[in-house]
């Protein structure tokens, strides 16, 4: 289909110039005294504007349009964020098939975890590959899950996430492959990929699965919280079923300046395809030729890497602090041994030229040449009991020592942020291992709730 000229963007500009009388929500009713001028666009689901729970109209046009960019049987679009969607992912799965296992990559952002807990499902570790020369970690090997498959058909969904936080790509072309080989549905979690699909000649080819989940704001020009859930061939959960779903977890009062921003988005993308993104890429290839001289830090580049990342080894946060104080560059995250650096569609050679510059002078007036940081691994967790069991069930407060915790269970989830991937789950065994991991002082450790952790752990009784 055709969805070239921001069809909801010229309706809203429509039917606001007549000037219409709100008597509906929201409470704010378009006046400039009281709302933001970006909020004098907020409607409600009024006639001609469709529903985003059952779209039949605009928004269905918008979703078939998304299918339509990245080639798959159906889109749904969310306000709620990629979290909103792997939750309603993971629940559709698990009610269409009751009671099986979860094969889940321990890479995996907190809402897959969230939604396995909501679901009860049991979860089979799946370790990433670990290189102790990085500080984050690799690729999920096809191999590691077709040995997993063969020997546990009880096994029905398997959830990996490609790209990573930090750009790096499982193979998911051939994991999809051995998925469909033993009867399993892949979720992939791809909200680092939006651009993926888009120009397989520069970004290569686009994340696999029977569903794909892709953040519309992290690296394209969507709103932020705007996300967009890809269903492909083959796929065994019925439309149906995701609708449902996303029902459950999607707001009931989709915001239409987030829709807005997503038909503007698409449309541009279906209009102008791969030249849209042509300034973009020029500019990280010239990032790509300039980083790699660096003398102090290093520019990681490896196969599995995705392009728009750059991820800079070395003192992240020295780098972070300087980028920000002395350039007004503000990056994605850094850590002792690194930093992030995202790229966007919004990129330009002169933006991306501006960070280049900043990072060789202070690559020129460092002499470290190494943080001296190496990646501890996340130990491979045995599991007491399901998320479930362990979150509803009655806890106490220990000291992170080996005496006190390790052969517990642990009873909430303790996280580093960014970006919100566990390092211990509720029913999980706490281990010699896992106490070494988090009493490391370079990690930024979380709990439920955003709460910070204070080196007590909640276990069962």
């Given at each position: 289909m055709k969805y070239d000229n921001d069809r909801l963007g010229a309706a809203l500009k429509l039917y606001l110039g007549t000037e219409p009388l709100p008597m509906h929500m929201p409470?704010?009713?378009r006046n400039p005294d009281f709302v933001s001028q970006a909020f004098t666009k907020d409607i409600t689901e009024i006639g001609g504007f469709d529903n985003l729970h059952s779209p039949a109209g605009i928004l269905k046009d918008m979703e078939d349009c998304a299918a339509q960019i990245w080639k798959a049987r159906n889109a749904f679009i969310s306000v709620n964020g990629s979290s909103g969607l792997i939750l309603?992912?993971?629940w559709s799965a698990s009610i269409l098939y009751p009671g099986a296992?979860?094969?889940t990559a321990m890479n995996c952002h907190l809402s897959v975890w969230n939604a396995i807990e909501l679901t009860g499902n049991r979860i089979v570790p799946l370790m990433p590959a670990f290189d102790t020369a990085?500080?984050?970690?690799?690729p999920v090997a096809p191999s590691d899950i077709e040995k997993v498959l063969a020997r546990d058909p009880s096994i029905k969904i398997v959830v990996i996430t490609s790209p990573t936080y930090e750009g790096v790509q499982s193979d998911t072309e051939e994991i999809f492959r051995i998925t469909r080989k033993y009867d399993a549905l892949l979720?992939?979690?791809s909200a680092h990929g939006a651009h993926l699909g888009l120009d397989d000649e520069f970004f290569g080819a686009d994340s696999r699965g029977d569903i794909v989940i892709k953040s519309l704001h992290k690296t394209l020009s969507s709103p932020t919280q705007t996300a967009v859930m890809l269903l492909n061939d083959g796929c065994p959960i019925e439309e149906s079923l995701i609708r449902r779903g996303i029902d459950i977890f999607e707001t009931s009062s989709p915001s239409y300046i987030l829709l807005g921003g997503v038909s503007k988005c698409l449309s541009s993308l279906n209009s102008k395809g791969a030249t849209l993104l042509k300034p973009w890429e020029d500019a990280i290839t010239y990032a790509e030729e300039n980083l790699r001289g660096l003398r102090n830090f290093k520019f990681w580049e490896a196969p599995v890497r995705e392009r728009s990342k750059f991820v800079l080894m070395g003192y992240g946060d020295f780098l972070f602090d300087q980028?920000?104080?002395?350039?007004?560059?503000?990056?994605?995250?850094s850590f002792p041994s690194h930093l992030i650096a995202m790229t966007g569609i919004g990129d330009t050679l002169d933006s991306v030229k501006r960070f280049c510059d900043a990072v060789i002078t202070i690559d020129n007036a460092v002499e470290s040449e190494d943080s001296g940081m190496t990646f501890v691994s996340r130990p491979y967790p045995k599991f007491a009991m399901t998320l479930r069991e362990a979150s509803i069930s009655r806890l106490r407060a220990v000291e992170l020592e080996a005496e006190y915790c390790v052969g517990r269970v642990a009873g909430e989830f303790i996280y580093g942020y960014p970006p919100g991937i566990p390092l211990l789950m509720p029913?999980?065994?706490i281990t010699e291992d896992t106490v070494k991991l988090l009493s490391r002082s370079d990690i930024n450790l979380h709990m439920g709730g955003g709460r910070s952790y204070k080196g007590l752990i909640p276990v069962l009784p």
């Amino acid at each position: 289909m055709k969805y070239d000229n921001d069809r909801l963007g010229a309706a809203l500009k429509l039917y606001l110039g007549t000037e219409p009388l709100p008597m509906h929500m929201p409470g704010g009713k378009r006046n400039p005294d009281f709302v933001s001028q970006a909020f004098t666009k907020d409607i409600t689901e009024i006639g001609g504007f469709d529903n985003l729970h059952s779209p039949a109209g605009i928004l269905k046009d918008m979703e078939d349009c998304a299918a339509q960019i990245w080639k798959a049987r159906n889109a749904f679009i969310s306000v709620n964020g990629s979290s909103g969607l792997i939750l309603a992912a993971i629940w559709s799965a698990s009610i269409l098939y009751p009671g099986a296992k979860i094969l889940t990559a321990m890479n995996c952002h907190l809402s897959v975890w969230n939604a396995i807990e909501l679901t009860g499902n049991r979860i089979v570790p799946l370790m990433p590959a670990f290189d102790t020369a990085l500080p984050f970690a690799g690729p999920v090997a096809p191999s590691d899950i077709e040995k997993v498959l063969a020997r546990d058909p009880s096994i029905k969904i398997v959830v990996i996430t490609s790209p990573t936080y930090e750009g790096v790509q499982s193979d998911t072309e051939e994991i999809f492959r051995i998925t469909r080989k033993y009867d399993a549905l892949l979720i992939t979690d791809s909200a680092h990929g939006a651009h993926l699909g888009l120009d397989d000649e520069f970004f290569g080819a686009d994340s696999r699965g029977d569903i794909v989940i892709k953040s519309l704001h992290k690296t394209l020009s969507s709103p932020t919280q705007t996300a967009v859930m890809l269903l492909n061939d083959g796929c065994p959960i019925e439309e149906s079923l995701i609708r449902r779903g996303i029902d459950i977890f999607e707001t009931s009062s989709p915001s239409y300046i987030l829709l807005g921003g997503v038909s503007k988005c698409l449309s541009s993308l279906n209009s102008k395809g791969a030249t849209l993104l042509k300034p973009w890429e020029d500019a990280i290839t010239y990032a790509e030729e300039n980083l790699r001289g660096l003398r102090n830090f290093k520019f990681w580049e490896a196969p599995v890497r995705e392009r728009s990342k750059f991820v800079l080894m070395g003192y992240g946060d020295f780098l972070f602090d300087q980028l920000r104080g002395t350039f007004n560059i503000e990056c994605e995250a850094s850590f002792p041994s690194h930093l992030i650096a995202m790229t966007g569609i919004g990129d330009t050679l002169d933006s991306v030229k501006r960070f280049c510059d900043a990072v060789i002078t202070i690559d020129n007036a460092v002499e470290s040449e190494d943080s001296g940081m190496t990646f501890v691994s996340r130990p491979y967790p045995k599991f007491a009991m399901t998320l479930r069991e362990a979150s509803i069930s009655r806890l106490r407060a220990v000291e992170l020592e080996a005496e006190y915790c390790v052969g517990r269970v642990a009873g909430e989830f303790i996280y580093g942020y960014p970006p919100g991937i566990p390092l211990l789950m509720p029913g999980e065994v706490i281990t010699e291992d896992t106490v070494k991991l988090l009493s490391r002082s370079d990690i930024n450790l979380h709990m439920g709730g955003g709460r910070s952790y204070k080196g007590l752990i909640p276990v069962l009784p």
